[in-house]
Nanobody, 118 residues
């Protein structure tokens, strides 16, 4: 069992920045991938960024060059630095912990609201 606690969401003006944090606790062992996903009202949840155990990353095309995902394994924490925010970035952002074992089990945070508006 993995518990994910997110923080850092809020209201920001277009062009501004936010940094989301995701603190994991519980069964943090083995090889796993951390990720950030988002879902806007009436839209499907989408992958924003993922980071593997070795630090390799992948980003949605819509956020490349603006967002940076990182992880601090010693602190069991993942981050999403969001720069040059746009109104279309407005969504609930979810932290994800995916076990790279035979189950591929996913754990999710509760979600944190990010609103980009002038």
């Amino acid at each position: 069992q993995v518990q994910l606690v997110e923080s850092g969401g809020g209201l920001v003006q277009p062009g501004g920045s936010l940094k989301l944090s995701c603190a994991a606790s519980g069964s943090i062992f083995g090889v796993y991938v951390m990720g950030w996903y988002r879902q806007a009202p009436g839209k499907q949840r989408e992958m924003v960024a993922i980071i593997g155990s070795g630090g390799r990353t992948n980003y949605a095309d819509s956020v490349k060059g603006r967002f940076t995902i990182s992880r601090d394994n010693a602190k069991n924490t993942a981050y999403l630095q969001m720069n040059s925010l746009k109104p279309e970035d407005t969504a609930v952002y979810y932290c994800n912990h995916r076990k790279l074992d035979l189950t591929g089990y996913d754990y999710w945070g509760q979600g944190t609201q990010v609103t980009v508006s002038s």
